[in-house]
């Protein structure tokens, strides 16, 4: 008899995790977005300055991406788990920040 088998215990954390992140995958996809429109204008900026792009300025970018994802995983625990009295919207608010920055960058990108 089995007590701890390991392909359950992948599978409901897999499950889990998808269901805890369910609410907020839209705000990924944005974030994504953003974060792409940046790194193609960043791109063509250095492309038309004469720069050179390399792979440590590319990997910046999936850096950023995995540290802004696990600001809003963690905004959206703590809106669920933390604060339970009220609604705040902590990953939206930080989602709208984050791509607000993003923009930022975007706009910087296309006048260079």
């Not at 038309?48 to 990997?59: F, L, R």
Request: hydrophobic share 55%; proline share 1%.
């Amino acid at each position: 008899m089995k007590f701890l088998d390991i392909n359950k215990i992948w599978s409901y954390a897999i499950t889990a995790t998808i269901a805890f992140l369910e609410p907020i995958n839209v705000l990924f996809l944005w974030l994504l977005i953003f974060i792409m429109v940046d790194f193609i204008s960043g791109i063509y900026a250095s492309l038309i300055e004469g720069n050179y792009v390399t792979s440590h300025k590319m990997q910046k970018t999936v850096i950023k991406f995995v540290m802004y994802s696990t600001a809003l995983f963690l905004l959206h625990g703590i809106d669920v788990y933390m604060i339970t009295f009220t609604k705040l919207y902590l990953a939206r608010i930080g989602c709208t920040l984050i791509c607000g920055i993003e923009l930022y960058s975007i706009f910087e990108n296309c006048y260079r």
